[in-house]
């Protein structure tokens, strides 16, 4: 059974830089099959896809981000990863990541990691 | 951006009565769109995908409809489990380009 987990710092501060690793487990991220994708989601609020991205290092950003967002695949280690720059209080949130099936649906999720944004 | 709409943002119904939860997106997106279901704390699971069809263990009371811009998810007998948020989430882009709605909250009466 497919598992995802996130982990990193939970506390990040204004202007620095969010870093975040999502680990697989129980299959293989170079699926040719797979994306993988980063959503958030801020406290008591909705859902935001952040990007995704194939084990080649293929990527997709939503554009409302794309210029504080770089995401990349380490193979050997069966985890990606994201970076979100200059980040702001507004950058609080739930931060999820899940396989994307055939570039269309996200399933499965990891259980989500709270990155707080606060000096 | 396309654009998804859900209605109503709270809806609430009794156990064991039907639930129609609606999302209506800003331009056509063909039958590309999924349904997830997130109770508090927890990560959303995917419900249904291709507008109709239920995700991998999903109960057969939950069904999904619709096409181009205006779509339902259906429960059609409350369980106590079923209380939870409900989103909508569109892909019909090219590059992708996904988006949520902004949720119905589904209580109990």
């Known amino acids: 059974q497919l598992q995802l987990q996130e982990s990193g710092p939970g506390l990040v501060k204004p202007s620095e830089t969010l870093s975040l690793t999502c680990t697989v487990s129980g299959g293989s991220i170079s699926s040719s099959s797979y994306y993988w994708g980063w959503i958030r989601q801020p406290p008591g609020k909705g859902l935001e896809w952040i990007g995704s991205i194939y084990y080649s290092g293929s990527t997709y950003y939503n554009p409302s981000l794309k210029s504080r967002v770089t995401i990349s695949v380490d193979t050997s280690k069966n985890q990606f990863s994201l970076k979100l720059s200059s980040v702001t209080a507004a950058d609080t949130a739930v931060y999820y990541c899940a396989r994307l099936q055939r570039l269309n649906w996200f399933d499965p999720w990891g259980q989500g990691t709270l990155v707080t944004v606060s000096s | 951006e396309i654009v998804m709409t859900q209605s109503p943002a709270t809806l609430s119904v009794s156990p064991g009565e039907r639930a129609t939860l609606s999302c209506r997106a800003s331009?056509?997106?063909?039958?590309?769109l999924a349904w997830y279901q997130q109770k508090p704390g927890q990560a959303p699971r995917l419900l249904i995908y291709?507008?109709?069809t239920r995700a991998t263990g999903i109960p057969a009371r939950f069904s999904g409809s619709g096409s181009g811009t205006e779509f339902t998810l259906t429960i059609s007998s409350l369980q106590s489990e079923d209380f939870a948020v409900y989103y909508c989430?569109?892909?019909?882009?090219?590059?992708?380009?996904?988006?949520f709605g902004q949720g119905t909250k589904l209580e109990i009466k």
């Open positions: 989430q569109q892909y019909n882009n090219w590059p992708p380009e996904y988006t």
């Open positions: 331009q056509s997106v063909s039958s590309n």
């Open positions: 291709g507008a109709s």
